[in-house]
């Protein structure tokens, strides 16, 4: 285990101070792809801080859906053939909790802001 302060911590604060103390001063062209790189910052925080437990989430589902072992990758890819083909659509018991909850973890990290994933989080 590594010392204070974690990488999602590091990188928050790096994309704090551009956002808070550098941005402010810079205009044009250079803004725009310094607000892209914050950007990025901020969704790699949230990788780091969101994706182990969405991850783990999700491949709990899966094994139980597809009552089947093995990693994310694998069980994501006998999902996708098993719908490809048929075997499986939105009436199997299961799919669509499983693939709304996939979908609302996926926003948590690439699009926080997404007016209907706030929606959504309203309504539970």
Known sequence: MQDEPRPDELIKAVADFLR???????????AFKLRVGINALDLVTRQLTLAGHSDADELAR??????ADGSLRELNTILSERIA???MDLSTPGLRDHLWQTTLAKLAVDQPNY???RRELGQK
Do not use: N, R
């Not at 808070?20 to 250079?30: N, R, S």
């Not at 899966?62 to 009552?67: F, I, N, P």
């Open 62 to 67: 899966l094994k139980e859906l597809l009552g």
């Open 115 to 117: 007016a209907s994933y």
């Open 85 to 87: 083909s048929g075997a």
């Open 20 to 30: 808070d103390h550098i941005a402010p001063q810079i205009t044009g062209h250079a």
